[in-house]
């Protein structure tokens, strides 16, 4: 199957309002089988648009900029669906901008290659006591995580979602930033001080699906979706041009309008599409072309386990979010096994060895009676290509209570998992907060009320029906204290931060120095991971300069590694008879 005639560029303009000179502003809305759309601007009396061949309903009107403007049908004045600034959230009426005045005396960014990112995960509404763009700019924290040697920041959705504070991935309004955070100008200044600071930023998107309240798209542009349903609504119809380069032009928006360095598409595996070429695909070739005097940086959360995207040859995505490492390490180090744990529960160590070699876990071999087979073969891609983490926003959030691994393991494993973490070839990712041991929660939590509420408080405890407390015990996501509580930073900080960012620092500066040009001489040999004591590992990861060793032991009673002849030790931490990591270089 191919895209329904001929696509549209994503230049083309089928949504949105853009100044078009002499104070005048073109203004675009593709609902093809809607009739009589009327525009509001301003103060000014209503007028319809012209409804296009195309289906896109146009007008072009004079207006400052920094007009309010919406559109109506039968009903009340609704949102611009490719607003770029909202007055009053996702309800209110959209603001006329011109995306090229955001970044008036931007910042460059710091081009580095994507071998050397390091991650950090962050979420703007609980990253500061504010929760805005302009307090995460200053925050001593910005700057400390530059200091520590984290080379990118990954922003959680911004898209404009109801209420004022949530996780984001409920945004309805994907092209403007979240109207509690910030202006456009605000976020703008968050990128450029992190670019000040050497820092890269990402943000992440979110192309599969939309909230559950405010979006209009459905009444008045049908055709965007298909009948059938998945578990945020009706599915999107990516085979239809438009709906394509609504997509599109979103992320080239965030990237031209900010100066974003690359992005993180939320779900991917959930982009449904037959078409040819798929819709993701499309989107990275589109955007890789689109910047090509300026190179930007893809990835993915793909829980298919597909190989072909990030196949270096392919161009297409520089790397995949790596769940099987991180549920293969949390059902060893836990034992829990609900929800998508399951899938490891039967011999989490040789899942975990499995994923320390190849990358994936889950490769398309039989998997043990009930689970479905995924996945194909990734031991022949370069370990840079996986985005490896001990904690997310998710794996904290999809728990009742909103609970981060070192509560559920102890200081002393997580510290050595998170030494590891930083010194392995595959591309580390922390979680705000990781840095100095934080142990405050980070549930999941939404500003909604009514009807919507009780819908998303049921799907929530039916996600945890097989807890012993069966979901029971779950935080109130719409009580504000639940959102207030996840500010990782909040005083007074954990007994061993210093010792947490002594580590970081250290291992960090040992991966730049020493670990990356090390990983850059290509791997020389097929990884070798082996069992140390009950849950611990001995990790070879020979390279044409040499083989890197690093001995894991999480339990006290795991026996002391061997090591080889030329044995270089490169950084210790713990001792014998406690958790502990050690890291070597044997020399060829």
Request: hydrophobic content about 35%; overall charge negative.
């Amino acid at each position: 199957m191919t895209v329904q005639d001929k696509p549209v560029p994503a230049s083309t303009q089928s949504w949105g309002a853009r100044p078009s000179g002499k104070g005048m502003w073109d203004i675009a809305l593709w609902a093809p089988s809607t009739e009589g759309l009327t525009l509001h601007v301003g103060t000014e009396p209503p007028q319809a648009m012209t409804r296009g061949a195309d289906g896109v309903h146009r007008a072009r009107v004079p207006a400052t900029e920094g007009t309010r403007y919406a559109f109506s049908t039968t009903g009340a004045p609704f949102a611009d669906p490719a607003s770029l600034q909202q007055q009053d959230g996702v309800e209110g009426w959209s603001i006329l901008r011109d995306s090229a005045r955001f970044r008036s005396g931007a910042t460059d960014a710091p081009r580095r290659p994507f071998d050397e990112m390091v991650f950090c995960e962050l979420h703007i509404g609980t990253f500061t006591p504010e929760g805005t763009f302009r307090a995460a700019a200053g925050s001593a924290e910005l700057q400390r995580l530059a200091d520590l040697g984290i080379t990118a920041i990954e922003i959680m959705p911004v898209g404009q979602f109801p209420g004022s504070r949530g996780w984001g991935y409920d945004s309805v309004l994907p092209w403007a930033p979240q109207h509690s955070y910030g202006t456009p100008e605000d976020l703008t200044e968050l990128v450029d001080a992190a670019h000040r600071l050497g820092l890269s930023v990402f943000l992440d998107v979110v192309f599969n699906h939309f909230g559950p309240k405010g979006s209009m798209l459905t009444e008045i542009s049908p055709e965007f979706f298909l009948d059938d349903c998945n578990d945020w609504g009706r599915k999107i119809d990516y085979s239809r041009p438009e709906v394509r380069s609504y997509f599109i032009g979103c992320a080239l928006h965030w990237l031209e309008a900010y100066g974003f360095d690359g992005l993180r598409l939320d779900a991917a595996h959930s982009m449904e599409d037959e078409t040819d070429p798929h819709i993701v695909v499309e989107l990275a070739r589109t955007l890789r072309q689109a910047r090509s005097g300026r190179p930007i940086q893809l990835v993915a959360e793909d829980s298919s386990n597909r190989v072909g995207w990030y196949e270096p040859a392919a161009g297409l995505f520089d790397a995949a979010w790596d769940d099987d490492y991180h549920h293969a390490l949390h059902v060893l180090l836990t034992g829990e096994s609900f929800g998508y744990y399951k899938d490891f529960v039967k011999d989490p160590h040789a899942d975990l060895r499995l994923a320390l070699r190849d990358g994936q876990a889950l490769q398309g071999q039989p998997r043990h009676a009930g689970l479905e087979e995924k996945g194909e073969p990734s031991g022949h891609l370069p370990p840079r290509c996986f985005v490896n983490f001990n904690l997310n926003h998710d794996h904290a959030g999809n728990r009742p209570k909103g609970e981060r691994l070192i509560s559920l393991i102890g200081a002393d494993r997580a510290l050595v998992a998170h030494a590891f973490l930083l010194a392995a070839p595959y591309t580390p990712l922390i979680f705000m907060g990781e840095e100095i041991g934080s142990t405050r929660r980070f549930p999941w939590f939404a500003d909604y009320s009514g009807k919507t509420a009780k819908k998303m408080r049921e799907g929530r405890v039916k996600q945890f029906e097989d807890l012993p407390g069966k979901g029971e015990e779950m935080l109130d996501p719409f009580d504000p204290a639940t959102h207030q509580m996840a500010w990782p930073y909040a005083p007074p900080e954990p007994r061993d931060a210093g010792l947490w960012l002594a580590v970081t620092k250290a291992v960090l500066d040992l991966r730049r120095d020493q670990l990356v040009p090390l990983f850059r001489s290509g791997r020389s040999h097929e990884f070798q991971i082996s069992r140390l004591g009950e849950r611990g590992v001995t990790a070879l990861f020979p390279f044409q300069k040499g083989t890197l060793q690093a001995d894991v032991a999480f339990d006290i009673g795991d026996p002391e590694p061997e090591t080889g002849p030329g044995y270089q030790p490169l950084y210790q931490l713990g001792r014998s008879g406690t958790p502990r990591f050690r890291l070597g270089l044997l020399t060829p």
